[in-house]
Nanobody, 121 residues
Framework: QVQLVESGGGSVQAGGSLRLSCVAS????????MAWYRQAPGKQRELVAR???????NYSDSVKCRFTISRDNAKDAVFLQMNSLKPEDTAVYYC???????????????WGQGTQVTVSS
């Protein structure tokens, strides 16, 4: 079993900052890519940022130059620093990780439970 637990969400005024954290636990052999997605009310879940293992991060156009994704491979953790927040960033943010539980198994995608981010104008 693999669990992803997010933390760091909350309410902030426009222009403010928040830092999201996500830690993976359980039976983990290797984590390939880790990512943050978000889902606003009435909208589809969308990719915010993704960071491969040892690779270059990529961002959605809507958050480039404002958000920074990073990871700590030793702790199986991924972070999202969100600056210059806008009301349109309001959403539930989900952590995602592509995990191999043993050397022989395939990589499967796992999700956290989500954390609410609310930005007021």
């Amino acid at each position: 079993q693999v669990q992803l637990v997010e933390s760091g969400g909350g309410s902030v005024q426009a222009g403010g900052s928040l830092r999201l954290s996500c830690v993976a636990s359980g039976t983990i052999f290797n984590i390939a890519a880790m990512a943050w997605y978000r889902q606003a009310p009435g909208k589809q879940r969308e990719l915010v940022a993704r960071i491969p293992s040892g690779g270059i991060p990529n961002y959605s156009d809507s958050v480039k130059c404002r958000f920074t994704i990073s990871r700590d491979n030793a702790k199986d953790a991924v972070f999202l620093q969100m600056n210059s927040l806008k009301p349109e960033d309001t959403a539930v943010y989900y952590c995602n990780a592509d995990v191999k539980v043993t050397f022989y198994t395939s990589t499967f995608s796992h999700w956290g439970q989500g954390t609410q981010v609310t930005v007021s104008s």
